[in-house]
């Protein structure tokens, strides 16, 4: 399926969990557009002493990595000190638009299909132009809905940061600062806004600017809602991320409800004009809401999927 074009560089940051870095840029490099692609690892530094040791191995790795081929180049930037997935994102990326004007994004945790590279270049060329659209995610969490779904995509107002991609004149449109704060959380229209892509994200905001967690992610979508665009998101998600074990820097717990499985057809995505679908919609904003009944719906599908596992029968219910 490789074909001669041009594609988009790749980024992928990594920090202190070789197997999973070992997955992830293996996944990659078994990508059709692989031997196309220029790969850029961004590897962070160690956050204290007892990481010193797994952060050493990470690097040592992608310094091997980066010597066995399979793209058209590879590129390592090692840190020395810790400079925080956030800021590791954000400086990186930013540095990659400005040269290329477009870029994919993966972190070290994340299975691609082999043709994820394929889906991501398509919609970043289909969409480029389309100012309704403001990144392209290659996840895509196993919403009921789309068992019964007929096209190849379909759009939400959240941005995902499971693998990801974006253009330089969306991302110019983000100011990590965030000095329109105050006057957000003044106007209850642009609060409700933010919270169509899930109640969660103004508490996440507030954190933000509070300084309880330092998140890129949560800034990239509130730009999102500013600019009132959507992101495009595959019917069969292209990515399936491997970290929701605890063992990540910023998860700490498994959240099986957004475990999916990874595409293996690999006809050419179509894809198609920007439209909501309610029920899609709903579905999604409903996995991540903060409320009591979000938080009892992911409590019961935990459950259920435990049990399952543990047992091996099926239990009905409402998914």
């Known amino acids: 399926m490789a074909e001669d074009r041009s594609c988009a560089p790749v980024a992928v940051f990594v920090y202190k969990r070789k197997d999973y870095a070992e997955k992830t840029l293996s996944a990659l490099r078994n990508n059709f557009l692989a031997e196309q ?10 956050k204290s002493e007892k990481d010193r040791q797994a952060v050493a191995e990470v690097q040592d790795f992608v310094r091997g990595f980066s010597a066995q081929g399979g793209f058209r180049s590879v590129h390592v930037n090692l840190a020395s000190d810790n400079r925080g997935l956030a800021f590791s994102i954000i400086g990186g990326v930013t540095g990659l638009l400005d040269q290329f004007g477009r870029i994919i994004v993966a972190e070290d945790d994340l299975l691609t299909s082999r043709d994820y ?9 289909f ?6 659209i403001w990144s392209v995610s290659g996840y895509t969490p196993p919403l009921k809905g789309l068992s019964t779904w007929k096209q190849d995509v379909y759009f939400f107002y959240r941005a995902s940061s499971w693998g990801w991609a974006t253009w330089k004149d969306r991302w110019d449109l983000v100011d990590w600062e965030m000095q329109d704060y105050e006057s957000f959380v003044k106007d209850p229209a642009l609060v409700a806004r933010l919270a169509r892509g899930g109640s969660d994200m103004p508490g996440m905001l507030k954190q933000q600017m509070e300084g309880e967690i330092d998140s890129w992610a949560i800034r990239w979508c509130y730009a ?3 600019a009132d665009m959507l992101t495009v998101y595959p019917r069969i998600s292209r990515v399936r991320n491997m970290g929701n074990d605890g063992s990540g820097t910023h998860t700490d717990a498994v959240a099986s409800e957004f475990d999916t499985r990874l595409n293996e057809q690999y006809d050419a995505c179509v894809f198609q004009e920007p439209a909501l679908h309610n029920r899609l919609s709903g579905e999604f904003r409903l996995l991540y ?5 979000g938080k009892l ?9 435990h049990l399952q596992a543990k047992t091996g029968k099926a239990f009905p219910g409402k998914q």
């Not at 590279?117 to 060329?125: E, G, I, P």
């Not at 969409?127 to 309704?132: E, I, K, M, T, V």
């Not at 809401?289 to 009944?293: I, L, P």
């Not at 719906?297 to 999927?305: A, D, P, Y």
């Open 37 to 46: 692609t220029d790969l850029y690892i961004f590897s962070d530094g160690p």
């Open 117 to 125: 590279l394929t889906y991501m270049n398509d919609a970043l060329d």
């Open 127 to 132: 969409y480029a132009a389309d100012a309704r």
């Open 224 to 226: 999102q809602s500013r």
């Open 289 to 293: 809401d903060a409320g009591v009944r």
């Open 297 to 305: 719906n992911r409590r019961c599908k935990r459950l259920k999927n």
